[in-house]
């Protein structure tokens, strides 16, 4: 019997994509390595896997185990492994640092906050959100995107 669906980003991750990271990073391979890894049993592990939704406490037990930094388990984004954060180019503008700081750790509680970030910043500085645009392009990358597209 599959648990009820809740896509709350505060309690759950994209299973698959996490999956895909831990696979990828760790040795653990198998669901049930999982499963013990982060305390449950591999049948709690497939129904999660079924219902598409990593719980985000799982991953502070595969980052505590490999090194690896929770953010990135969740969303695949920032850096990969607490040894990686020393390595970071500095910041030419020290308030940045600390906006860096302050934002990594609140999207690891609340993750959509990296997109609000964004988006309030564009709106507090159309400037910028013009030389997004313009550096997209010049990139080749794909400048529309669902955030992109909002009214």
Do not use: C, H
Request: proline share 5%; hydrophobic share 35%.
């Amino acid at each position: 019997m599959s648990t009820q669906k809740n896509n709350n980003p505060y309690v759950y991750a994209d299973f698959k994509e996490v999956w895909e990271r831990i696979i990828q990073e760790t040795d653990v391979k198998y669901l049930k390595d999982l499963g013990a890894l982060v305390g449950v049993t591999q049948q709690n592990v497939s129904i999660r896997k079924q219902d598409n939704l990593f719980p985000v406490g799982w991953a502070y037990p595969v980052a505590k185990t490999f090194g690896l930094l929770t953010e990135w388990i969740l969303t695949g984004e920032g850096p990969k492994r607490l040894s990686d954060l020393g390595t970071e180019k500095a910041y030419n503008f020290p308030i940045l640092e600390d906006v860096n700081q302050w934002l990594s750790e609140v999207v690891v509680k609340e993750p959509y906050r990296r997109e609000w970030f964004r988006a309030s910043l564009e709106d507090a500085f159309p400037m910028f959100k013009e030389w997004m645009k313009r550096k997209r392009a010049e990139d080749g990358k794909n400048t529309t995107s669902p955030a992109n597209n909002v009214a």
